[in-house]
């Protein structure tokens, strides 16, 4: 079992840049890959990027695709996920996630572990 914490949200303008780090407690970081998704008001969740177990494999969303880099540090036991241009409509609650699975995943229901979200409010 794992648990996920992330961390550096906050409110920034649009164009601007936020780093959100996800922090996994236990010692078999590695055994799991990493998802990011997110909330917005009104909205279901929706998937962002994932990564593999080695960090050697990324994939995301067509909306974010260009401005947003998800990586991770397996030394570590954390993923982040790098925002940049940001823009209102990356407002949102955003989560990361766990699993256990090889390769990569796109869909809510392919992972098992969650953390509580962190805020994420662009001005514009």
């Known amino acids: 079992q794992v648990q996920l914490v992330e961390s550096g949200g906050g409110l920034v303008q649009a164009g601007g840049s936020l780093r959100l780090s996800c922090a996994a407690s236990?010692?078999?970081?590695?055994?799991?890959?990493m998802g990011w998704f997110r909330q917005a008001p009104g909205k279901e969740r929706e998937f962002v990027a994932t990564?593999?177990?080695?960090?050697?494999?990324?994939y995301y969303a067509d909306s974010v695709k260009g401005r947003f880099t998800i990586s991770r540090d397996n030394a570590k036991n954390t993923a982040y996920l790098q925002m940049n241009n940001l823009k209102p409509e990356d407002t949102a609650v955003y989560y990361c996630?766990?699993?256990?699975?090889?390769?990569?995943?796109?869909?809510?229901?392919?992972?098992?572990?969650w953390g509580q979200g962190t805020q994420v409010t662009v001005s514009s």
């Open positions: 236990g010692r078999t970081f590695t055994s799991y890959r």
């Open positions: 990564i593999n177990r080695s960090g050697g494999s990324t």
């Open positions: 996630a766990a699993d256990k699975h090889y390769g990569l995943g796109s869909s809510l229901d392919e992972y098992d572990y």
